[in-house]
């Protein structure tokens, strides 16, 4: 199992800082959280950043991530995760699956993605972590399933596969808020 971290968004309606570097109210950076979180979770994680992120890039291979930046021209979101999903392919672990992470959700405990990462491995679907009914992240993905992630285009990543392969998702009930947390403007750091 893999996890990924994806941190090469533009963050737009977080205004002109790197929303990603922001202190939490513990001091953390958003994205440190969120990937301290994932790599208590799972050994073998990756985040993929854009190229003039060196701040950042520098920030999550110190903590121990494998970082590498996505040179892709739109930048959508499905560039950075096909792009993810494809350099992934250098790490044994990606042969059991992959759990997909966004670096702005740092509220979300480290048990619940094992949970996640656990199912996946037991299974040969897509995990959906659920708070209340209500679909979160981190995602889970069975290894099957990688040539159609490295494949995506848009701004919609990997849900148009969630959507092909509904009979194949397992909703994972847990009792974790943050599943459902992201921080898009700085309101969302009050929390």
Do not use: W
């Not at 990937?35 to 890039?57: H, K």
Request: aromatic share 6%.
């Amino acid at each position: 199992m893999i996890g990924i971290l994806l941190a090469a968004g533009f963050s737009r309606r977080f205004g002109p800082s790197n929303k990603l570097l922001q202190p939490m109210a513990d001091g953390r950076p958003i994205a440190l959280a969120s990937a301290e979180n994932l790599m208590q979770a799972i050994p073998t994680c990756v985040a993929v950043v854009r190229p003039e992120n060196t701040t950042l890039a520098a920030l999550l291979q110190q903590a121990g991530l494998t970082v590498f930046a996505c040179k892709e021209n739109k930048q959508e979101m499905a560039d950075s995760l096909s792009a993810a999903i494809r350099f992934s392919a250098n790490f044994e672990a990606a042969n059991h699956g992959f759990v997909i992470a966004l670096a702005d959700m740092p509220y979300i405990q480290p048990a619940t993605i094992s949970m996640v990462a656990n199912r996946v491995n037991s299974n040969d679907s897509i995990i959906i972590p659920t708070y209340h009914g209500q679909r979160g992240h981190p995602v889970g993905f069975a290894a099957r399933y990688r040539s159609e992630l490295e494949n995506l285009q848009g701004d919609e990543g990997a849900r148009a596969i969630v959507k092909r392969y509904a009979d194949a998702v397992c909703l994972l009930p847990c009792e974790d808020a943050g599943i459902l947390a992201d921080i898009d403007t700085p309101a969302d750091l009050k929390r």
